[in-house]
């Protein structure tokens, strides 16, 4: 068998406020292009099928093309909750759905049933907290979710099929895991982290929860495939990939993710970024920029703004604390009132806004508003 494994992708979410509907289509697009030509069997997805618990209808209805897509290239689909996702939700009709080779797990279930795949068995271990484990298992007592955790393994574990090729689909923050900047999750929950123990006895662990694509374990079974599309502009791990299992031979490859729009981040002096925006041939990235020389003005933010249309976000120094860099975006300057913008940028000038300069600045804006209204 040759199967698929990816994970987070997050259908519905932003990018500093900008919807990556079209990216996200290209994502369903590319994965639906790899089944095909490495002649998929199956294909995982480990959670965090969508961004929010109550997701919105663009992201309802690219789901649900991606999913009839695989169900019409006879591709049997696995998916279970992460964090992200309302387990119900995401559950709906799963006893029909199963009979047409779609089979979700949103909740946890006090006995996993392994699912019948060619030579592969596999366990769907949707995401689950330590008060659920408690409220599943009443008559044990978990000190803590690595405790939880591994007792529900170990459950598996008693009647596993060593002939089989066992496939645990599981999303949590397993020891060993790198975080990335758009884990934002997983940073906080330090608390619900569990050793790659727990899924020793499996053949692969097919991981979601953090979003760049590595292994956690020396024995290279246990794996996170990352999200398919970049989330953050810090995003770690390099260029997004699909985590191809061939179950005959247990041999794990990556199959590339290519798509017209990336994510970028140019750095530098003023001077320097200037010389680099000149000779982008990429302007229609969404790019993050940071003057390492200059306050983040408005006027800063314009001129970059003409060149690349997606300029997601604008960095600069501050004068306060030289290190550290004042964000301006075009969501956070539409935000702010006159008199704000004002004072941005005055911050950190030598010459200071003093109630003179405040009053005829009001008195300015008064003055336009009034023409406004007058139209
Ligand atoms: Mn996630």
Redesign the pocket.
């Known amino acids: 068998m040759k199967i698929l494994h990816t994970?987070?992708i997050?259908f519905g979410i932003s990018l500093k406020e900008h919807p990556l509907i079209a990216e996200q289509k290209q994502v369903s697009e590319q994965i639906l292009k790899a089944v095909k030509e490495q002649n998929a069997d199956a294909i995982i997805i480990a959670?965090?099928v969508f961004d929010r618990a109550v997701t919105n209808a663009r992201a309802l209805s690219l789901y649900n093309d991606f999913i009839t897509a695989l169900h019409t290239a006879k591709i049997p689909v696995f998916i279970i909750a992460?964090?992200?996702d309302a387990p119900e939700r995401l559950a709906l009709l799963d006893k029909l759905l199963c009979k047409s080779d779609i089979y979700i797990s949103g909740k946890l279930t006090a006995q996993i049933e392994p699912i019948e795949l060619g030579n592969c068995h596999i366990y769907l271990i949707p995401y689950f907290n330590l008060d659920t484990a408690k409220s599943l298992y009443p008559d044990e007592v978990f000190a803590s979710y690595q405790q939880a955790f591994s007792h529900v393994t170990k459950n598996i574990f008693k009647d596993l099929d060593k002939s089989k090729f066992n496939i645990a689909v599981s999303?949590c923050y397993a020891q060993g895991g790198q975080l990335s900047d758009?884990?934002?999750?997983?940073k906080l929950g330090q608390a619900s982290i569990v050793s790659a123990d727990v899924f020793k006895g499996f053949n692969y662990t097919a991981l979601?929860?953090?979003?760049a694509p590595h292994f956690i374990n020396d024995k290279k079974n246990i794996r996170y495939s990352g999200?398919p599309y970049p989330y953050s502009f810090g995003e770690k791990g390099g260029a997004k990939t699909l985590t191809l299992i061939d179950t005959e031979n247990g041999k794990i490859s990556e199959i590339p993710l290519k798509y017209t729009r990336n994510l970028r981040t140019i750095e530098g002096t003023y001077l320097e970024v200037l010389e680099k925006t000149r000779n982008d041939k990429n302007k229609d990235d969404y790019v993050r920029i940071n003057i390492i020389d200059r306050y983040p003005e408005a006027s800063l933010y314009e001129t970059f703004k003409k060149e690349y249309e997606y300029l997601l976000s604008f960095d600069g120094m501050q004068l306060k604390d030289p290190t550290t860099v004042a964000t301006l975006t075009a969501e956070s300057i539409a935000k702010m009132e006159p008199k704000e913008l004002l004072e941005s940028f005055y911050n950190g000038r030598e010459e200071q806004l003093g109630e003179f300069e405040l009053e005829w600045f009001q008195k300015a804006i008064d003055t336009v508003m009034e023409g406004d209204d007058k139209q």
């Open positions: 994970s987070d997050h959670g965090d992460g964090n992200h999303h758009s884990d934002r999750a997983a979601g929860h953090l979003h999200t």
